[in-house]
């Protein structure tokens, strides 16, 4: 699992943090053991509105709750199949490990998302 950067105390304030990059069911087993609120975002190369979510994802992994992740569905089946992934972007919120949210209509700001992982930190 590639590993989420976090910004210093003495950073400008920009911060470095950034969604991790899930390569297997491992790295996604791992990561719902350390975390109790996931985003999910299910990708594939060459996606174009996959590419212009990354800037969002990164600001949603600085302002959010919880852990944010990216999947790559085309290197990672598996994990696309178990979420029944029909089209990327695919974001899935889980809560211990239980999907409680899904977008799947394309592009997404950072305030939408936000907002649903803060609504579902809440809970």
Not at 16 to 21: I, L, W, Y
Not at 80 to 95: I, K, W
Request: hydrophobic share 40%; proline share 4%.
């Amino acid at each position: 699992m590639t590993e989420t950067k976090h910004a210093d105390a003495s950073d400008d304030g920009s911060g470095t943090e950034r969604p991790v990059e899930l390569n297997g069911m491992a790295d996604y087993d791992e990561l719902l053991a350390e975390q109790d609120l996931v985003l999910l975002e299910f990708v594939t190369s060459g996606c174009g509105i996959c590419a212009s979510m990354e800037p969002v994802l990164g600001t949603v992994a600085r302002s959010a709750p919880g852990a944010v992740a990216t999947v790559n569905a085309g290197l990672v089946p598996d994990l696309a199949a178990e979420f029944d992934v029909r089209s990327v972007p695919t974001l899935v919120v889980l809560r211990d490990g239980d999907e409680v949210a899904r977008l799947d209509d394309g592009f997404q700001g950072a305030e939408t998302i936000v907002d649903l992982l803060e609504a579902h930190a809440q809970k």
